[in-house]
């Protein structure tokens, strides 16, 4: 009979996990969702929902976004706590090379230990990925500060080589009317833009990387339907999208005409 009970409570406990797997997934979809559209009170709330649940590889997302936040709302203990808890729970996970740049740039102090975390991030990340850039970025910046230029000036080339391979292809369904550069469609060209402004928040946490936007190019020259599609920071994400809404482009071409086409833009965020 023992055995029966015992056997009884494994299936519920795995039920249990299940359960907040899928609660845990489906919070943190909704939250990337609210995040792509600049509702950030909606998305901490989202991912404080998922980040409240047990500690499995589920939540990781959550966490990074909550380390983020914390660290931009001037709260560097608890973005630490954060941190170290995506390590813990998905030490090899998609979130465990940022969360270790992260905690490199709050360490800066300590150049060596900053340096151990930054070449431990870039061990997990994808090299061709935004996410080794801004790593790659943060490392040159500590490395300068180090008087190791050669050095820095290195990553700096490596971090423009790999941003090469950071644009995907994208495949989603266009709207009527919305068409991607390719053949028969001309690319949007740049005319004007206006440089970001940081947020006094981001500025005091040290934060610095790149926001990355979905736009779409209006036969106007202006950008349409601006849409998160990677989040630095919500104070920083806002400030790129102001921005980006001042540029002013060519817009692309068919058959003659202007079109509105859909691009992707990456705005980046250096502290000096």
């Given amino acids: ?34 995040v792509k559209r600049a509702q950030y009170e909606q998305a901490d709330a989202l991912y404080a929902k998922a ?40 030490p090899k996970g998609p979130q465990a090379g940022p969360a270790l740049s992260w905690l490199a740039n709050m360490r800066a102090q300590d150049p060596v230990e900053a340096e151990s975390l930054y070449k431990q991030a870039l061990a997990l990340e994808n090299p061709t990925s935004i996410e080794a850039v801004d790593t790659l970025r943060k490392y040159s910046t500590l490395l300068r500060r180090e008087g190791r230029l050669d050095e820095a000036a290195a990553l700096e080339e490596q971090a423009k080589q790999a941003q090469t391979g950071t644009r995907r292809a994208q495949t989603s369904p266009l709207p009527d009317g ?79 005409e202007p079109v509105t086409v859909r691009a992707t833009i990456e705005v980046n965020f250096r502290l000096i």
């Fill in 178 to 256: 919305v068409y991607r550069a390719g053949p028969g469609i001309t690319a949007p060209s740049l005319l004007f833009k206006s440089e970001p402004q940081y947020t006094e928040e981001a500025r005091a946490g040290k934060i610095h990387g790149t926001v990355q936007l979905t736009v779409d190019i209006a036969p106007d020259g202006f950008a349409k339907n601006i849409e998160v599609s990677r989040s630095l920071e919500p104070g920083l994400d806002q400030k790129a999208i102001e921005s980006v809404q001042h540029w002013r482009f060519e817009p692309g071409m068919k058959d003659g």
């Fill in 1 to 34: 009979m023992w055995k029966y009970i015992a056997l009884a409570a494994g299936l519920a406990a795995f039920v249990v996990v299940r359960a907040q797997d899928t609660d845990a997934g489906s919070l943190i979809k909704s939250a990337e969702q609210a």
């Fill in 51 to 90: 980040a409240a649940l047990s500690d499995r590889p589920e939540i990781a997302p959550a966490l990074l976004y909550l380390g983020v936040r914390a660290l931009g709302t001037g709260n560097p203990l608890a973005a630490e706590g954060f941190f170290e808890r995506v390590l813990k729970v998905d």
